[in-house]
């Protein structure tokens, strides 16, 4: 938490950050929001969030240190230019197990907090686990419920969403494809498929925003997933470059 507030503040890039505390289990914990004032739609609020904790026992490369390496990146590329609408970057604590898809989960704690607020949020982006891909056959599984049309071979990036995000995924997936060269997939996918709601974003549709995960698919794809061996050198770096630019 330390080093991304350091990362997106005033000695580096530049941001006012804001930590979002709030007491689990009796620790303090938080939320990191870097924030981008927009113009001329500055009420209109587009989150990038990342979360930045491990399961036990895990370093987590994958995940999510991925999502975070393009949490920083995209905050960098952006400093200093305005653009139309806001562009709140996020760093969420408590995303795994036990705090997962419970009141007690970061991102479910801000979301809240935002439409307590009534936040103008007409995005959110949930970046969580983006950099292994594999181009060999049946290096992907198909998640139950999915079935024909799913691709077998692991080299695609998934823009996730519900049936509310179903624009906001499809249209994400189209200008990430165009930028980036890499294969994506993207759409409203059904909700009780396992996986599909498995990172922030689900909390942002608990609110009635609309949310898309961007995911290499991990436990679908990537044997070490939760694992000790979640570790940098499993990655592919050159082509996370290539996906972050074209995040």
């Not at 991304?4 to 503040?9: Q, V």
């Not at 990430?176 to 942002?204: K, Q, R, T, Y």
Request: hydrophobic share 40%; charged share 20%.
């Amino acid at each position: 938490a330390v080093w991304i507030e350091s990362s997106l503040g005033g000695g580096n890039l530049g941001y006012l950050v804001e930590s979002h505390l709030h007491d689990v289990d009796g620790r303090e914990v938080r939320n990191i929001i870097a924030e981008l004032p927009g113009k001329p739609r500055r009420d209109e609020i587009i989150v990038v969030g990342a979360h930045y904790d491990t399961v036990p026992g895990t370093p987590g490369a994958d995940d999510n240190g991925t999502g975070i390496a393009a949490l920083i990146s995209l905050a960098q590329a952006m400093a200093g230019q305005q653009q139309e609408r806001t562009i709140r970057f996020v760093a969420f604590v408590n995303e795994e197990p036990p705090y997962f898809q419970t009141e007690r989960m970061g991102s479910r704690v801000y979301a809240a907090r935002s439409r307590g607020r009534g936040e103008n949020i007409i995005a959110m982006l949930a970046l969580d686990s983006i950099g292994y891909f594999s181009e060999e056959k049946g290096s992907q599984k198909i998640p139950e419920g999915l079935g024909d049309g799913f691709p077998s071979t692991g080299n695609f990036l998934a823009f996730v969403g519900n049936e509310d995000s179903r624009y906001f995924a499809d249209s994400a997936r189209v200008a990430f494809e165009a930028a980036s060269g890499i294969p994506a997939l993207g759409g409203a996918f059904p909700e009780e498929v396992p996986g599909v709601g498995w990172s922030d974003h689900w909390s942002f549709w608990q609110e009635g925003y609309k949310a898309v995960m961007v995911t290499d698919t991990a436990p679908f794809r990537y044997a070490h997933y939760h694992q000790p061996s979640d570790t940098i050198d499993k990655l592919d770096l050159e082509k996370l470059v290539t996906v972050i630019e074209g995040l």
